[in-house]
């Protein structure tokens, strides 16, 4: 009998997002499955992702001051395709999401997205990956919310993620 080697099929991970529009910071997971090998150095998959913005927002109105709290989240499904080299991963992908801007008065509206990404993974210790990326977005705008409100066209994401 021969060992033989298990390898990760799965990966779960967690970061940080940084995007130009209020709320600017905010808190992301993923999770992802290996869905195809052709070769030992390609790997197509799948990912499940979402994000959390929040931010609370101060303005003077009438003379007085007024204080709200934003909300962003979206959710989303990719497809990613990635090369593993030596110490790194470059890797590209593209998905689909909904996302829903949320502001403290109970006003909130969704839209549906598309998305392209591409990063690429610290690969120095086994199972623990660092990583890059950017994901850029078509910009929506949210216009039922009573007020000029566009969503980000991209992002800028550091992360780490564990494989099981």
Do not use: C
């Not at 839209?111 to 993974?121: C, Q, S, T, Y």
């Not at 210790?125 to 890059?132: E, K, Q, S």
């Not at 910009?139 to 992002?155: A, C, H, Q, V, Y």
């Amino acid at each position: 009998m021969m060992p033989v080697q298990s390898l990760a099929q799965w990966s779960l991970g967690a970061s940080y997002e940084m995007r130009e529009e209020v709320p600017e910071n905010g808190f992301g997971v993923q999770i992802e499955r290996e869905i195809y090998k052709p070769i030992p150095i390609i790997e197509l998959g799948l990912r499940l992702h979402g994000s959390f913005f929040r931010e609370e927002n101060e303005f003077e109105a009438d003379g007085l001051m007024v204080s709200r709290d934003i909300e962003y989240y979206d959710f989303g499904l990719a497809v990613k395709g990635g090369v593993s080299l030596v110490l790194l991963k470059p890797y590209v992908g593209v998905g689909i999401g909904n996302n829903t801007f949320d502001i403290e008065e109970g006003n909130s509206e969704s839209n549906f997205f598309w998305n392209g990404f591409g990063g690429v993974e610290l690969t120095p210790i086994p199972r623990l990956n660092p990583y890059i990326e950017y994901r850029l977005q078509p910009t929506d705008e949210f216009e039922n919310l009573g007020e000029d409100i566009e969503s980000s066209d991209g992002r800028f994401i550091i992360g780490l993620s564990l494989s099981f």
